[in-house]
């Protein structure tokens, strides 16, 4: 009989702690969860709030402008760029409630990783600004490029033009890799490459374009010479 009462104090002691410290730790639970719900609202509102003021100054007009609304086409999204601005955002808080949850639950690890996202978040913003810019202003370039060298008379302005386009784009993907942090022997061998692709396809644009102008020139100046035989 005695030891069914050792028993039975043994199992309600153990039922007592085990309910103690949920009582302990249900104020935590409580607060991880108000934190989560109003993370997840404040993010929704938030990226709904971004999306309508991107649609509003015209930001979908310059990512179309800039190709970056037909990449996100081709990668088979429906989604329109402000959509994943919004979308980048939206999760960039959830992030943030959801590091602040597992830090009062006490799971330091998850807390630890998710702290590494966030942190490594706004290098992958800067990376995408880098692009975005690089194609606007490689969209610039080309179309002043295309302008002067058919000017002056080239036969392929539209592939100088290109070649000038597409070098100043791989020079911003270059420099977004390097914001992202990838290995800097990659980043070297990407603008290794560039730089000698583009030097071989100016070589060869300028060679092709320019013998019509170059014998345009060289005719005048054989006219000239006539000219000048003829008065002597």
């Known amino acids: 009989m005695e030891t069914v009462q050792n028993m039975g104090d043994a199992v309600l002691l153990s039922v007592t702690e085990a309910l103690q410290n949920f009582l302990g730790f249900l104020p935590q639970l409580i607060g991880a969860i108000i934190i989560l719900v109003l993370g997840w609202i404040i993010a929704g509102l938030l990226a709904t709030l971004v999306e309508k003021v991107l649609k509003t100054v015209g930001f979908e007009r310059a990512a179309e402008s800039t ?7 081709q990668a088979g999204s429906d989604w329109t760029v402000s959509k994943v601005v919004a979308e980048i955002v ?3 808080i959830r992030l943030i409630a959801l590091q602040a949850a597992a830090s009062i639950l006490g799971m330091t690890q998850v807390s630890a990783i998710i702290n590494s996202i966030l942190l490594w978040l706004p290098n992958l913003i800067v990376a995408l600004a880098i692009i975005v810019l690089g194609a606007f202003l490689a969209n ?3 179309k002043i490029v295309r302008g002067t060298v058919g000017k002056m008379g080239f036969d392929n302005p539209d592939l100088i033009a290109n070649i000038a386009k597409f070098a100043i784009i791989g020079f911003a993907v270059i420099a977004a890799v390097d914001q992202l942090g990838i ?3 990659v980043v070297n061998t990407l603008l290794i490459g560039v730089v ?3 030097a071989a396809a100016f070589a060869l644009a300028f060679g092709l374009g320019g013998q019509r102008v170059a014998g345009q020139i060289t005719q005048s100046w054989y006219e000239k010479g006539q000219q000048a035989g003829q008065k002597v």
């Not at 190709?67 to 086409?73: C, E, N, P, Q, R």
């Open 196 to 198: 000698a692709s583009v």
């Open 140 to 142: 610039f370039v080309a």
């Open 90 to 92: 939206k999760w960039f």
């Open 183 to 185: 290995a800097e022997t």
């Open 67 to 73: 190709g970056i609304a037909g990449f996100v086409k």
